[in-house]
């Protein structure tokens, strides 16, 4: 990109683009249920982050022309809201809340060439009173078309897309299986 010089490189401002369809069918959820995304202090910032994991695995980089339109946890909350036809915890006080701890959400590169966008953490599904109904595992890797930020923050967007398709699976599950009946109407 040209600066405003005609010789500067400008900042890159990346998201996850135009809103997606969302993978709900019209009436399918019964009750109230709010989306929250929560994050380390690390994720916090605008910095998209990757790990050199053939140089220093315990390294954690940022671009340094490229950054985030908003906080990280606050962008993939706003796409499995869109995904799960969800509203933020912030926005609304939900009978159960589907709560979701990112640990990691980063590019990561196994080589110069070689990277995918990594989304790791747990997800919770907690009752009217906030106690645990139930609980999993998340680890998603995507691969990187590009060896770049670009490429890196695409490869996420379609793990988050991916995370959302498995959080849909898995209230599914949970509801045929009426564990989350209490988030019902």
Same mark, same amino acid.
């Given at each position: 990109?040209?600066?405003?010089?005609?010789?500067?490189?400008?900042? *890159?401002?990346?998201?996850?683009?135009?809103? !997606?369809?969302?993978?709900? *069918?019209?009436?399918?959820?019964? =009750?109230?249920?709010?989306?929250?995304?929560?994050?380390?202090?690390?994720?916090? =910032?605008? @910095?998209? $982050?990757?790990?050199?994991?053939?140089?220093? #695995?315990?390294?954690?980089?940022?671009?340094?022309?490229?950054?985030?339109? =908003? !906080? %990280?946890?606050?962008?993939?909350?706003?796409?499995?809201?869109?995904?799960?036809?969800?509203?933020?915890? @912030?926005?609304?006080? =939900?009978?159960?809340?589907?709560?979701?701890?990112?640990?990691?959400?980063?590019?990561?590169?196994?080589? %110069?060439?070689?990277? $995918? +966008?990594?989304?790791?953490?747990?997800?919770?599904?907690?009752? %009217?009173?906030?106690? !645990?109904? #139930?609980?999993?595992?998340?680890?998603?890797?995507? %691969?990187?078309?590009?060896?770049?930020?670009? +490429?890196?923050?695409? *490869?996420?967007?379609? *793990?988050?897309?991916?995370?959302?398709?498995?959080?849909? /699976?898995?209230?599914?599950?949970? /509801?045929?299986?009426?564990?989350?009946?209490?988030?019902?109407?």
């Amino acid at each position: 990109m040209i600066g405003p010089q005609g010789n500067e490189t400008s900042m *890159a401002l990346l998201d996850f683009g135009t809103p !997606p369809p969302s993978l709900k *069918a019209a009436g399918e959820r019964r =009750g109230s249920v709010a989306l929250e995304v929560r994050a380390p202090l690390w994720l916090d =910032g605008l @910095g998209i $982050s990757y790990r050199l994991n053939h140089v220093d #695995a315990l390294q954690l980089r940022e671009y340094a022309r490229s950054r985030w339109v =908003g !906080p %990280p946890a606050r962008l993939v909350e706003q796409r499995l809201g869109q995904r799960l036809d969800l509203a933020s915890a @912030g926005q609304m006080r =939900g009978k159960c809340l589907l709560r979701i701890d990112l640990t990691e959400f980063s590019q990561v590169f196994a080589s %110069p060439d070689d990277s $995918s +966008g990594l989304l790791q953490g747990r997800a919770f599904w907690l009752g %009217p009173e906030r106690q !645990p109904l #139930a609980e999993r595992r998340l680890s998603i890797s995507s %691969p990187a078309a590009t060896a770049d930020a670009r +490429g890196g923050v695409t *490869a996420l967007k379609t *793990a988050v897309d991916r995370l959302a398709e498995e959080l849909l /699976a898995w209230e599914r599950e949970l /509801a045929a299986g009426g564990k989350i009946a209490v988030c019902q109407d």
